[in-house]
């Protein structure tokens, strides 16, 4: 299992310094706007974890001990590659991109902490479904969905998939927007896109590295916000992404994994 885990762990407290995440290391499951709020004195350690899945980790062929060292030097190497690479810069609080509260003005529906209680499976009581659309590995999907609550998906998966090809054709001949339903329960979970074009949201979902959705594009009877962590679950305890809100209001920043089922 650890094989086809790369974690990237950032202490940023040390240096005392702002990170951008704008243009650098994209991350899906990751809410810094707190420990920047602070004063850099009281700022705390920022842990960032990313699920590194490179097409060679999820296809779920056994390798030889030889290979997973390989494997892991690989992902070494570009967790290394991704963090030397992040600009750093010292910006105040105040005008930090990140630095945007949920916007409650809107239809967000906030969720108590005990929707993702443990249950038969890990957060959820059923595991995903077989066969999860987009050419998603549904081990992965398990993982994320059911277990690993502060992981994401590797940032550009989705562009691996057939994600942008599925939308676009969909759009074109149904003129609607795409459903995207709960990878556990089959129940609707988003429809994109609404209240804007394809292009848009193809392209911002491109720019940060993750399928994003607006408001509008929720499905609220099936979705819920975690207000501390602004972490974003359906109500069976799927796990499905975070809230990152910026100056357009709310994005939320999903795992194509977990919206990746069949409808119910
Ligand atoms: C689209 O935007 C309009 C104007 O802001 C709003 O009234 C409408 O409810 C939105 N559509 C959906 C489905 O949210
Ligand atoms: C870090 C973490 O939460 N890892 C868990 C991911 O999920 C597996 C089960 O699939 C657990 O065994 C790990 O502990």
Redesign the pocket.
């Known amino acids: 299992?650890a094989k086809s885990f790369g974690i990237i762990i950032l202490l940023a407290s040390e240096i005392g310094v702002a990170l951008s995440f704008n243009s650098g290391l994209r991350s899906c499951c990751f809410r810094p706007t707190a420990s920047f709020a602070l004063p850099s004195t009281q700022r705390r350690p920022i842990t960032i974890t990313s699920l590194l899945s490179s097409s060679s980790d999820i296809n779920d062929a056994s390798s030889s001990s030889e290979s997973i060292d390989i494997l892991k030097r690989r992902a070494f190497l570009t967790n290394f590659a991704a963090t030397s690479l992040l600009p750093i810069i010292a910006i105040p609080a105040s005008v930090s991109a990140w630095g945007f509260p949920n916007n409650e003005n809107g239809p967000l529906v906030y969720g108590a902490d005990v929707i993702m209680s443990p249950k038969e499976h890990g957060t959820t009581s059923i595991p995903v479904q077989e066969n999860l659309r987009y050419g998603v590995s549904r081990k992965l999907a398990d993982?994320i969905c059911s277990?690993?609550r502060?992981?994401a998906e590797m940032g550009g998966y989705f562009q691996g998939t057939s994600f942008e090809d599925d939308v676009r054709q969909q759009v074109a001949s149904s003129g609607g927007p795409v459903t995207f339903y709960d990878s556990v329960t089959g129940k609707p979970l988003f429809k994109a896109p609404v209240n804007r074009s394809v292009d848009e949201f193809i392209a911002e979902s491109k720019v940060h590295g993750w399928p994003s959705f607006r408001d509008d594009e929720v499905v609220w009877e099936n979705v819920r916000v975690l207000k501390s962590s602004g972490e974003t679950v359906s109500t069976a305890g799927t796990h499905l992404g975070h809230n990152l809100p910026d100056r357009s209001g709310n994005r939320y920043c999903i795992n194509l994994v977990s919206v990746a089922g069949n409808p119910a």
């Open positions: 299992m993982k277990f690993n502060s992981f």
